[in-house]
């Protein structure tokens, strides 16, 4: 088995990155805001200064389940935030809102083949984002949330109350920063 092609990690203390973090790092795809979408997912990592967006459209399948039809991400952040927000997409997109809200951390690193262990958070985020991109389509659908999904918005509500408690002057000056963007 030929042994992959790794790059350094200089922040990572001598840790590397796959090939294919680095391809989605340099060329990351569905980067970009969209126009009225269907759910936004916002997440962040105050500590290490990763800001997460990602957007869905949801449409339906030939069996008329319903789809992340389109999606796109918005990330600040280091080459394994920009990388996995880029994966995801790739993973997320087509599948039902079922199956998209199950793809978690340990499946996004596989898909990449493997993150440095300091950076393994990235994976977290970028899981977190779409599933609460899910979670917000649902909720502005009136809909039930399914359980494991509600149960992932609470730890991810929670996590964030507590940071944005701590950073609030971060926070606030992050939220003016994207809505100058936005406007």
């Known amino acids: 088995m030929k042994k ?3 790059k350094l990690c200089p922040a990572a203390a001598g ?3 796959t ?3 680095i391809q989605h790092f340099q060329t990351p795809h569905n980067y970009g805001k969209m126009e009225n979408p269907d759910g936004i ?3 962040g990592n105050i ?3 990763d800001v997460m967006w990602l957007y869905i459209k949801v449409g339906k399948n030939s069996s008329k389940k319903e789809i992340v039809s389109d999606i796109k991400f918005e990330t600040f952040g280091c080459v394994a935030a920009i990388a996995t ?3 995801i997409t790739d993973m997320a997109k087509g599948k039902t809102l079922e199956a998209a809200q199950k793809i978690d951390k340990a499946g996004l690193v596989k898909e990449l083949g493997g993150l440095p262990p300091i950076k393994l958070h990235c994976s ?3 899981a977190d984002a779409l599933a609460e991109a899910i979670y917000d389509y649902y909720q502005k659908q009136k ?3 399914p359980k494991e999904l509600e149960t992932k918005h609470i730890r991810i509500s929670a996590e964030k109350k507590i940071i944005e408690e701590k950073y609030k002057d971060w926070v606030d000056i992050e939220e003016k920063i994207q809505s100058k963007r936005a406007g």
């Open 4 to 6: 992959p092609n790794r």
């Open 15 to 17: 840790s590397t990155y």
């Open 19 to 21: 090939d294919k973090v």
């Open 41 to 43: 997912g916002k997440v």
């Open 47 to 49: 500590i290490c200064g």
């Open 85 to 87: 927000s880029s994966a």
């Open 124 to 126: 977290v985020l970028a």
């Open 143 to 145: 809909r039930a949330i």
